[in-house]
């Protein structure tokens, strides 16, 4: 991960469909090749979070379970 242009996307407390639709809406106008950090708190995320990333055409580089939640890192493809 370059950690420079790594942006934090705080979705803890957000309730499926909330998290991919805000990551969505979030990726939209970034660059090609942008890296974010997504924490969520919605156990669904770990289904939600990589499918989306496979409709949408991003890699997900990271997904790893932290206490209460999820983090996942998704590269903007």
Known sequence: MSGGNESVLDLRGLKCPLPVLKTRKYMRDLSTGTQIRIETTDPLAVIDIPHYCREDGHQLLD????EGGHVFVIEKG
């Open 63 to 66: 997904s790893s379970p932290v």
